[in-house]
Each structure stands twice: as C-alpha cells, then as structure tokens.
C-alpha cells in the first residue's frame, strides 16, 4: 500500500467537493478546480474525509495511487489558499515590472519581454528584482514561474539571471591568468 495514498484528505469548511466517476471538482473560496483522473483509482467522500483506493496491484496503478492522492490535496489546499513561487532576477540593469496583467521584463536583450498571465495567475512584483507568481492550481503556478526562469536562465560565472529565491546557484571560477 502506497504511504502518501492511504492518508486520507481532510476537506476543510468552505470546500465543496463533487466526484462524478473519475471527475473530481473542487469549489473554495478562492476559485474552482476540476481534474479527470485514472479510472482505476477509486476516490470516496465520506463525513468530510477522502479517501483514495486502487483496484489492483499492478505497477501502473500503485504508482497512480500516490500521485492521485496529492494532486487532489493539492486542490483542495489551493482553493483554500493560493500557491506562489517567487523568482529573483540578479543582474545590472535586469529589471520586471507589471503592466496591467503583463509582464514586462528587460533581461539585457534588444527587446523587453512581455508575458501574458493566463487566466486563474496573477504575478506580483513587490521590488524590480522581484517576482511572485500565485494561483490556486500549483501545477500551473510552477509552469508559469520555470517558463519566466528560462527567458534568461541564472548563469555560473557571474551568477546573473532569473532564479527560484529558494534555489542556489553553484558558481565557477573564472579563466586563470598566464603566471
């Protein structure tokens, strides 16, 4: 038995959830989710607790059963509170700055970079080297925050670029002189 699949979720006051097969929607305060997940896990509601089962033992399912378990925990703590990822942009004259929904970037190239946010983001940018991107679904919150990292990716040397405020970048030593 899968150890993160057996625990059950406790659904907290103010979510409602909706199981329709393998259709699962979550409605919170902040917004609503909905997920279709593997017909051979089975999810149940019972007195505000869900529980979630396999069918059989084969591999496919076993490895199912956990990540089902988390991904539906994951929205209903994202419905509570939104998620966020925050970025850091080192780097002389690397700035962002939020222009109604859009991002606007200038990372050293010709042109600024713009990104749109799309619908259930919103980015904040509380200083110029700050990023925060937040949302209910966490799965679209870190795709959103890796595809903002790989416009301009940390570099080694002089460690400038975007990266994760959490992350730590491994620096090198640069070219040595002729002695």
Known sequence: MSRIGKQPITVPD???IKIDGNKITVKGPKGTLEREFDENINVTLENKVITVTRVNDEPKNRS???LTRTLINNMVQGTVKEFER???INGIGYRAQKQGTKLVLILGYSHPVEMEAPAGITFEVPSQNEIIVKGID???VGQIAAE????RPPEVYKGKGIKYVEEVIRRKEGKAGKK
């Not at 903002?148 to 416009?151: A, E, G």
């Open 14 to 16: 103010g979510v409602d």
């Open 64 to 66: 199912l059963h956990g």
């Open 86 to 88: 925050k970025l850091e």
């Open 138 to 140: 966490k799965e679209l």
């Open 148 to 151: 903002i990292r790989t416009k």
